[in-house]
């Protein structure tokens, strides 16, 4: 019990580490924007050591990646087994307004300094341990083709690249509007459209 105690008081411990070093950078980003974002710098705001830092993340992308990726939780049975085209688009969008919603909570200034081209966490080519919402529709939308829900028009590898860039496009859309965008709506629009030229019911 004393064992189990210990872990769960390490394990409290540890997230709540995470949680300042990432609220340092969020500052950070927030005051100077993503070329001040150093590991320097976010340690010397957060108050901890460099060793303490890569104790839990590889690079300050690995970091924003984290929160970015790993945070939004999907509902359990929010991508239940889809009955059809239909069924099997409304999940996709759904796990990308999680993302806006989300986004949304990190806020503008945030995401602005995130999407960054410097930032190499969102290369997909070389980002390979968490890329979080587009491996979750892809498992989604291969499981429905293997039992014959749908059918896709083009190659699974280009329907994630595809998606990955209308998403992109919405998040810059809303940093460089200050907010103003109709986020939730271009992104459901927009994947809309994009999903209803590439999903069709099998057989059709």
Not at 42 to 47: K, L, Q, R
Not at 110 to 123: E, H, P, V
Not at 190 to 201: A, N, P, Q
């Amino acid at each position: 019990m004393k064992e189990k105690e210990q872990i769960s008081r390490q394990q409290q411990k540890s997230r709540e580490t995470k949680e300042k070093i990432f609220n340092a950078a969020k500052r950070i980003l927030q005051k100077g924007g993503y070329e001040e974002l150093s590991i320097k710098n976010i340690c010397e705001e957060a108050g901890v050591s460099n060793g303490s830092f890569y104790h839990h993340f590889k690079t300050k992308d690995d970091l924003l990646s984290y929160y970015i990726e790993d945070q939004p939780q999907i509902e359990p049975n929010l991508l239940d087994f889809p009955d059809n085209a239909k069924a099997v688009k409304d999940g996709i969008i759904q796990v990308y307004l999680n993302y806006v919603k989300y986004c949304r909570e990190l806020g503008v200034e945030f995401m602005s300094g995130y999407y960054d081209t410097k930032n190499q966490a969102l290369n997909a080519d070389i980002r390979t341990e968490r890329p979080y919402p587009i491996v979750t529709v892809r498992t989604y939308v291969e499981k429905a083709v293997q039992v014959g829900v749908v059918t896709l028009k083009e190659p699974i590898e280009e329907f994630t690249t595809d998606i990955r860039m209308i998403v992109i496009g919405n998040v810059f859309e809303w940093c460089i509007k200050h907010g103003k965008a109709d986020f939730e709506g271009n992104m459901s629009r927009s994947l809309g459209h994009y999903l209803d030229g590439v999903i069709c019911e099998a057989g059709d």
